[in-house]
């Protein structure tokens, strides 16, 4: 029997079962007829708003707090879903002749006019690790919600650019600095909501620390003993900066 992944709004739905959460099967929550969803081996995949019937031994739980709580194969299998989802909800038109998409597949949508077919779409992202000597840039977004909280360096890939072409000219654009000794440290999907964050290190190489374009309001170099409030996990800006904390880059 499969097992459900209700999400939306970064929430999900979970069963509470002898003091423990984990995710609730087919036979325990009804739904409403006719929902759409995404099947996927061992799971299926709905708006948290498909739910319906008596809840009282659900949990609405923050999606991103969920990875403390289920399995690391489940909460990928999550993190999917919820892409899938935010994807269906988002491309309901086709950009050609604008008449509505029907779905063709577990992963795609058909136009009825002019048949093309549409997949969920990627939206390539990189995050770097800045070093200079035993130093780390950590800076804030303006994007970010936490005053306090310091991250890397991120933004998306754009057309005709390679990911180590991208990572310099975020630097750049966002910090002024140089960089060189570009390397790949690994990738992580990433459903708000259907980006794949890449993750990279770089060395230092030049220029003044400033923030121009106005996407960093605040940041700096850091020691690993010396840290401002970081990230939380599992987003892979946390990861890679425990890693260097660790002293395993």
């Not at 007829?33 to 319906?52: L, R, T, V």
């Not at 604008?98 to 006019?113: D, Q, W």
């Not at 035993?134 to 360096?153: C, D, Q």
Request: glycine share 8%; net charge negative.
């Amino acid at each position: 029997m499969d097992e459900l992944i209700l999400v939306g709004n970064s929430r999900i739905l979970l069963k509470e079962d002898s003091g423990t959460l984990r995710l609730p099967f087919e036979d325990e929550l009804p739904l409403r007829n006719g929902a759409e969803h995404f099947s996927f081996p061992g799971f299926k995949a709905y708006d948290i708003m498909a739910a319906e019937g008596n809840q009282e031994d659900m949990v609405d739980y923050g999606l991103r707090e969920a990875w403390t709580i289920l399995p690391p194969g489940k909460y990928a299998a999550v993190v999917k879903g919820a892409e899938l989802l935010n994807w269906s909800a988002g491309e309901r038109f086709c950009p050609r002749d604008g008449a509505p998409l029907s779905r063709a597949s577990e992963i795609s949508k058909s136009c009825p006019v002019c048949g093309r077919e549409y997949f969920p779409r990627l939206n390539p992202a990189v995050v770097v690790l800045v070093l200079k000597g035993e130093e780390a840039l950590l800076v804030h977004p303006h994007t970010l919600s936490n005053p306090k909280v310091e991250t890397l360096v991120a933004g998306f890939v754009e057309t005709g650019e390679s990911l180590e072409e991208c990572v310099r000219r975020e630097i750049k654009e966002e910090t002024d600095l140089e960089v060189e000794d570009i390397r790949y440290f690994g990738s992580q999907p990433w459903p708000w909501p259907y980006q794949l964050m890449v993750g990279f290190t770089a060395r230092y190489a030049g220029g003044e620390l400033r923030f121009a374009d106005g996407e960093i309001t605040s940041g700096g170099f850091y020691t690993r003993d010396n840290l401002p409030v970081l990230p939380t996990m599992p987003s892979l800006s946390r990861v890679i900066i425990e890693e260097w904390r660790k002293g395993n880059i």
